[in-house]
C-alpha cells in the first residue's frame, strides 16, 4: 500500500523566485492538505483541496496557492519566494466520510531560499 | 480559533522507563479529536495514537496510551517501556470535526523526547 509521497525531497531558491511542490496522497485517500515547519516548530496549516477545490485556507499570503489534480494528486506553488519561506513543507492525505480526521503524512521537501 | 501548548521544550527517559508527554489545548468546540504525532530525524511525521472527545475511554496503542481530560482539556501522552527509537518529536495536535472536508490540524510546538541507553 503505497503511502504519501513528496517530490523533490530538497530545494534550493533564490528571493523571488518561485517554486512547485508536488504530492501524491496515500492509495485511496482523495483529500490533500499541506502544512508549513519552520526549523523548530510545530507544522502551521497552509491549505487544503478536495474535489480539485481549495476548501480551507490558513493564515497565508495569496503567494500560497495550490492545485488537485482529477487523480488527487496536488501541487503547492509559492510565488516571490522570501528568505522567510525556508521550511519543511509537508503533505498530507485523508479520506473524507471515513476516518476523515486522520491524515497521514509524506516526508516532506525541505525548501531553503537564499 | 484553537490553540494547543507543549510545556516541556525537552525531555528524556532511560531505556525501559516510562514517560508522560503534557498537552493542554483551548477550543470553545464541543466535537472535535486530537492526535499525537511522532517526527524522528528522518522527519517523517508519524501518527502514533488518535482520541475522539465524545469517547470517554483513553485511547491505547501498544506501549502508548493517552489520559484525556476533557474538562480540564489536557491530552498526555504515556510511553511505557520506553526504546531507543522512540527517541523523536513528538507533537499534539486537534482537529475540529466536521462532516465535510476542510479539517486542518493545529499542532502543539512540540517536546524533543530523547530516550538514553
Known amino acids: 500500500d503505497a503511502g504519501v509521497t513528496q517530490s523533490p525531497t530538497h530545494l534550493i531558491k533564490t528571493r523571488g523566485q518561485q517554486v512547485t511542490l508536488r504530492c501524491s496522497p496515500k492509495s485511496g485517500h482523495d483529500t490533500v492538505s499541506w502544512y508549513q515547519q519552520a526549523l523548530g516548530q510545530g507544522p502551521q496549516f497552509i491549505f487544503q483541496?478536495?474535489?480539485?477545490?481549495?476548501?480551507q485556507r490558513g493564515n497565508f499570503p495569496d503567494r500560497f496557492s495550490g492545485h488537485q489534480f482529477p487523480n488527487y494528486s496536488s501541487e503547492l506553488n509559492v510565488n516571490a519566494l522570501l528568505l522567510g519561506d525556508s521550511a519543511l513543507y509537508l503533505c498530507a492525505s485523508s479520506l473524507v466520510g471515513l476516518l476523515q480526521e486522520t491524515q497521514y503524512f509524506g516526508p516532506g521537501t525541505r525548501l531553503l531560499v537564499l | 480559533a484553537q490553540t494547543v501548548t507543549q510545556s516541556q521544550p525537552e525531555m528524556s527517559v532511560q531505556e525501559a522507563e516510562t514517560v508522560t508527554l503534557s498537552c493542554t489545548y483551548d477550543t470553545s468546540e464541543n466535537n472535535y479529536y486530537l492526535f499525537w504525532y511522532k517526527q524522528p530525524p528522518s522527519r517523517q511525521m508519524i501518527l502514533v495514537i488518535r482520541q475522539e472527545a465524545y469517547k470517554q475511554q483513553n485511547a491505547t496503542e501498544n506501549r502508548f496510551s493517552v489520559n484525556f481530560q476533557k474538562a480540564a482539556k489536557s491530552f498526555s501522552l504515556k510511553i511505557s517501556d520506553s526504546q531507543l527509537g522512540d527517541t523523536a518529536m513528538y507533537f499534539c495536535a486537534f482537529m475540529k470535526q466536521k462532516d465535510n472536508a476542510g479539517n486542518m490540524l493545529t499542532f502543539g510546538g512540540g517536546t524533543r523526547l530523547m530516550v538514553k541507553p
Open positions: 483541496y478536495y474535489e480539485e477545490e481549495e476548501r
